[in-house]
């Protein structure tokens, strides 16, 4: 059992940035390859950027390539989502996400567990 604790979030202009972190804890945590995904009303959660379990290896969404660093201290299995350059299209609820087998492949259906999530409001 992984658990995915997430902090951050919140409300920002336009143009502004915040910055997400999940901790991640449990049984072979550090083994987990971590992401965080994106969902709006009515709409199937979507991979923003996804991370290797050891920390090398990210994959990101084209929409935040560019905009948004994922990055993960291994040694305390904190994973952070920095977010810059924030629009109105970003707004929603984050998800911190583990795959298990150190996989990021950053698709919903290969996501073994999930956080709460926090909501990002970007305002216009």
């Known amino acids: 059992q992984v658990q995915l604790v997430e902090s951050g979030g919140g409300l920002v202009q336009t143009g502004g940035s915040l910055t997400l972190s999940c901790t991640v804890s449990?049984?072979?945590?550090?083994?987990?390859?971590i992401g965080w995904f994106h969902q709006t009303p009515g709409k199937e959660r979507e991979g923003v950027a996804c991370?290797?379990?050891?920390?090398?290896?990210?994959r990101y969404a084209v929409s935040v390539k560019g905009r948004f660093t994922l990055s993960r201290i291994v040694n305390n299995n904190t994973v952070t989502l920095q977010m810059n350059g924030l629009e109105p299209e970003d707004t929603g609820v984050y998800y911190c996400?583990?795959?298990?087998?150190?996989?990021?492949?950053?698709?919903?259906?290969?996501?073994?567990?999930w956080g709460q999530g926090t909501q990002v409001i970007v305002s216009s």
């Open positions: 996400a583990a795959e298990e087998r150190g996989n990021y492949y950053c698709v919903a259906q290969w996501v073994n567990y």
């Open positions: 449990g049984a072979a945590a550090d083994t987990y390859g």
């Open positions: 991370i290797s379990s050891d920390g090398i290896s990210a």
